[in-house]
């Protein structure tokens, strides 16, 4: 397949904004991909390389040789090329990796060039087209897309599934089970405002914690622990390790939560837990967890039972200071004394849990339902204004924005500077130079990819904002740099919030 059909593919996927278009586009591009290609194909898509890092930093994307006039290079030669330049090391090697990329986008068209850097330099990432994706592989192999959909989570990888549907089909999906050791995309949870709507017969309440999501598989004396985003971070929580590894589990996979808690009990901000699984050499330490699934125990997988079973699995696999605290109730009462004592202990809030529900991986799905008071909403910074006085020297005032599903774009919901730590400050800084679209001296203004979590008191109807309505008292809680701009809150979830029509 020549890169170039990719390039025309991927133009004309960012040119429509009807899913089904974008679908049928990839769709065709699959099916005439040649074996080995299909699985490039959703990786350049998906803005990844299978190489992942090849070692290509800024400042080698800033050369643009002349481009080819007419074109002529392969998904597999760029493949391979890619391949030769992440295996450049020792003395000498950032001068031939640039060499090589040199090369390489001298044999591309101008088009081409641009894909090939944006893809390098990581712009094309986006979590979007991975729901489309997986409709496109559907499509294109003629399977159900839910066998896709469950393929691709329990394997973490799409391309692996593209190849095996487009070779083997659903014969070939179904054979998909997890593995441990092999990560799996983790069941998320929709929100509710109250209990009252969301407590609907006998259901399992649990503690909501605030603090990072793990999934650790236990094979004999073997613990590996990955994070939200399947990143491996076995070596920067050893005491986690330690801790389930004095269990004698033969093989497990179990899902859960894990916090830096004070000596009381209760929990440390959530900059401490983060700050804690953010070092390499684990120096942190002090992590708990707090288990609370299991999809695979002692050559069972679990996943497709009900999570009352899963459950039982779970209090069988983990002493219960090791289990997130829960009761199993129909009675409304009795929970919201329950969010009470959690709410009262420092906890963000609970979380409802179906006793029939199979593990959704991957997926919001309505069998967990979470319920904390507090008001806060993932939004994605659109710019930020340099700061004065004390933080002359940093960007500081951020523009925030709620994504428009109709549009693509982003609606600006008001501006924060509070909240941030001289840490963040500078990590902030830092962040959005490299994001980076232009400058006015006052004003930068970035590319729109950077999620962050803010609190805020309420909405106000403000003509001077596009969307009409402006945060009240907006303050930064964390960048969320596990969710892509993709997944940040819609400006139809403000609205309903604000109680304001959706339109
Ligand atoms: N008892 C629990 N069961 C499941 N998830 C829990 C629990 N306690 C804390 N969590 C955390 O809450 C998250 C569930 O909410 P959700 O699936 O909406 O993820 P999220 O988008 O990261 O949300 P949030 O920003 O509210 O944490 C999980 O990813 C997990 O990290």
Partial sequence: MLLADLVAAWQAVAGTSSRREKADLIAALLRGAGPGEAALVVHYLAG???????????????????????????VGRIDAVFGEIGAVSGPGSVAGKRRLLRALLAEATAPEQEFLIRLLAGDLRQGALEGVMAESVAKAAGVPLALVRRAAMLSGSLSAVAVAALSGGAEALSRFAPRVGRPVRPMLAVSSPSLEEALKGETAVEWKMDGIRAQLHVEGEEVRVFTRTLEEITSRVPEVVETVRGLGLRSAILDGELIALREDGRPHPFQVTSARTATRSGAGGGLSLFAFDVLHLDGADLLDEPGAVRNEALARALPEPLRMPRIVTSDLGEAEAFLADALARGHEGVLLKSLDSPYTAGRRGAGWIKVKP??????????????????????????????????????????????????????????????????????????????????????????????GLALRFARVLRYRSDKTAEEADTIDTVRALAGFEPG
């Fill in 48 to 74: 990844e390389l299978p190489q992942r890092q090849i070692g290509i930093g800024p400042a080698a994307l800033g050369e643009r040789p002349p481009a080819a006039a007419s074109p002529a290079l392969g």
């Fill in 374 to 467: 507090r008001h806060t909403l993932d939004l994605v910074v659109l710019a930020v204004e340099r700061g004065s006085g004390r933080r002359r020297e940093w960007l500081s005032n951020l523009h925030l924005g709620a994504r428009d599903p109709r549009t693509g774009g982003f609606v600006m919901l008001g501006k924060t500077f509070k909240g941030l730590t001289d840490r963040v400050l500078r990590w902030q800084t830092e962040r959005f130079t490299e994001l980076k679209t232009a400058d006015d001296g006052w004003t930068v203004t970035v590319r729109p990819v950077q999620v962050v979590e803010v609190a805020f008191d309420g909405l106000q109807r403000s003509p001077r904002y596009p969307g």
